[in-house]
């Protein structure tokens, strides 16, 4: 007892600026974890009280199309989406950093669509620019090619959202110009007495000092990826089609837990979910002792 | 005589060299503004051609691609404006910024307390919570959604902004918190001594002395929680049905839903609107984005 009030009178205000964050920590995040973890081994529907399953939901993810479907529209566009971005990102970012002027300008109008991106506003008007009478088709037309709707095509409807997620570039954009000023001059100088062109002098410069903001940028962007809801949703009206071409992961996850009720599955979905993004982010750090190079 | 003519005329050459060596370099920086410039061009058409088309006439988005409207109407503002069901964009409107404010203020305070004991102040088990807190940061919130919303459900909170605005105010996004702990960290500890001998309390430190230092930081945090709740859809989808509580996401949502494919320009004008906040805050407070961006690697 004493031990404890004098373990108090030591620690009472740290705790007590931490006080709002310990109560969202266990109330908002263990709690709803431990239960999330106990769900997925139980049917649990929110109206009658959950029923032990065992490892079933995770069993039955496997025989799910729909779920298995899931994954690979997911992967898609992780896997597509996010190195073209960050490949339009450092291609844009080398272009700026040429010292130019009005580079600030430019950076801040390439930064616009990450802005604007992710919401409903935009996800509508991809709707209509992919759309069989959008944009995209007009301007095909003038040029005499005949275009189809990309958005309801099982074919290209994903690749619109690839595309989506390409365009919001700005972000890792801004990230790179910053690493690309810490490049020191003196190396591309010296580098350039020894008669280095310029193609050389980024392979062998620019390019290894700045793979630990690739990195960054790469681990960011998946995580970010791997949870995208809003455009899969709004271009396809909540369902993830036309045939499932855009069932997100979460979108799946979210029809499963908030449409059919089925909170048991929904959860077992989440903690493959963690599982996933973890062993895939555990994958690239593993990789980088292979291509990051960090000065000492 | 000779000679001086001699080094006259090399020295020429060399201005002449020179000088067409400038052109060369000149014409190659004009030529990347124009290429550069060309590709944002592109890449915001789209956004362009929405604004631009939402002053056309309704029959003229689909049939003119090009960015100048031949003749420049408010309708498609007024009768989107309207709303559905009785309820108009103004409520939307309204109902979002309320929601802004409410989570700017819990983020700021909650983040900057968690932040200012992680940063300055000794207690036991500090560096566990600190690792436990980056940790959740990468936690994707899947795994915690449904509890929390049976939760939520229970305390009859659907249909409310409670379960939107609570998690800010127990300081559930540590993205804040890790970006205050640097900033504070970054500022002299010779100031907190100074304040000591002056008789200033851990809380009077925290309220004079840290919160104003760490100013930028809060303003960060303060775009970025606007720019974030404004955008966000997954969270207001989930717990908010009653149309008079619908926020600007939500609004918009429901409209291509009851419009279909029929009223184009009525949703561009109100994509429109729902833009303009964001961009305001983006031009207004650019250096802070850009700061929040390269310091914790926040997406906009």
């Known amino acids: 007892m004493e031990a404890l009030s004098s373990f108090w009178k030591r620690n009472w205000v740290g705790y007590f600026f931490l006080a709002p964050w310990i109560i969202g920590l266990i109330g908002l995040s263990a709690i709803p974890m431990g239960t999330s973890l106990y769900l997925s081994f139980t049917n649990y ?17 496997f025989e799910d199309r729909k779920w298995m479907n899931s994954i690979k529209v997911t992967m898609t566009y992780v896997f597509l989406g996010v190195p073209l971005q960050l490949l339009f990102a450092l ?33 509508l008007l991809w709707r209509q620019i992919f759309g069989g009478n959008g944009l995209v088709n007009k301007v095909l037309g003038f040029f005499g090619i005949e275009g189809m709707n990309w958005i309801s095509s099982p074919d290209t409807a994903i690749y619109t959202l ?9 972000a890792p954009m801004v990230i790179f110009l910053a690493g690309l000023k810490q490049v020191p001059v003196e190396l ?28 960054f940028n790469l681990v960011m962007q998946i995580i970010g ?72 | 005589m000779e000679t001086s003519k001699a080094t006259k005329s090399i020295s020429n050459v060399r201005v002449v060299s020179n000088n067409s060596y400038r052109t060369i370099k000149n014409l190659k920086g004009i030529l990347l503004h124009i290429f550069i410039i060309s590709v944002g061009i592109i890449m915001l058409y789209p956004l362009l051609w929405m604004v631009s088309s939402s002053f056309k006439i309704e029959t003229e988005i689909f049939r003119n691609i090009s960015f100048f409207p031949t003749e420049i109407t408010f309708d498609s503002y007024i009768q989107g404006w309207v709303g559905l069901s009785g309820v108009s964009f103004a409520t939307f409107f309204r109902n979002t910024i309320f929601l802004v404010t409410m989570c700017i203020i819990g983020n700021v305070l909650a983040c900057s307390m968690a932040a200012y004991a992680f940063a300055r ?41 409670w379960p939107l605005i609570l998690p800010k105010f127990l300081a559930v996004e540590g993205f804040f918190i890790f970006l205050m702990v640097q900033f504070i960290r970054s500022i002299p500890r010779e100031l907190d001594e100074a304040a000591k001998i002056d008789g200033c309390g851990p809380i009077k430190m925290y ?14 945090t303060m775009i970025f929680t606007f720019i974030w709740t404004w955008n966000d859809f997954f969270g207001q989808l989930l717990y908010i049905s009653d149309i008079n509580l619908y926020t600007v996401a939500l609004g918009l949502r429901m409209f291509m839903d009851a419009m279909g494919q029929s009223s184009w320009g009525a949703l561009f004008a109100m994509s429109t609107l729902s833009l303009i906040p964001l961009f305001a805050v983006f031009i207004f407070f650019q250096k802070y984005l850009i700061e929040g961006i390269t310091t914790g690697g926040l997406k906009g």
């Open chain 1, 45 to 61: 529907d929110m109206f009658t009280s959950p029923s032990w399953t065992g490892l079933d939901n995770y069993t039955n993810m």
């Open chain 1, 91 to 123: 291609s844009v970012a080398l272009l700026l950093n040429k010292g130019i002027n009005g580079v600030r300008v430019y950076r801040a109008i390439y930064y616009v669509p990450s802005l604007f991106g992710g919401s409903v506003a935009i996800a």
């Open chain 1, 162 to 170: 690839v595309i989506l997620t390409i365009w919001q570039f700005g």
């Open chain 1, 188 to 215: 591309y100088e010296s580098s350039r007495i020894d008669g280095a062109s310029s193609i050389k002098q980024f392979f062998s410069i620019t390019l290894p000092l700045i793979t630990p903001i690739i990195f």
């Open chain 1, 225 to 296: 990826a791997f949870q995208a809801f809003t455009p899969a949703y709004i271009i396809s009206g909540g369902s993830g089609g036309p045939l499932d071409s855009t069932l997100f992961y979460t979108l799946y996850l979210y029809q499963k837990g908030f449409t059919h009720f089925q909170m048991g599955y929904a959860s077992a979905m989440a903690w493959f979910l963690l599982i996933g993004i973890a062993f895939i982010t555990a994958l690239v750090f593993l990789s980088a002792k292979k291509w990051v190079y960090y000065q000492d």
């Open chain 2, 121 to 161: 102040l000794e207690f036991a088990f500090r560096k566990v919570l600190f690792a436990i807190m980056l940790v959740t940061m990468m936690l994707p919130f899947h795994v915690t959604v449904i509890p929390q919303y049976i939760i939520f459900n229970k305390l009859e909170w659907i249909n409310t902004y």
């Open chain 2, 207 to 220: 309220w004079f002395l840290i919160l104003p230092l760490a100013l930028p930081a809060l303003i960060t």
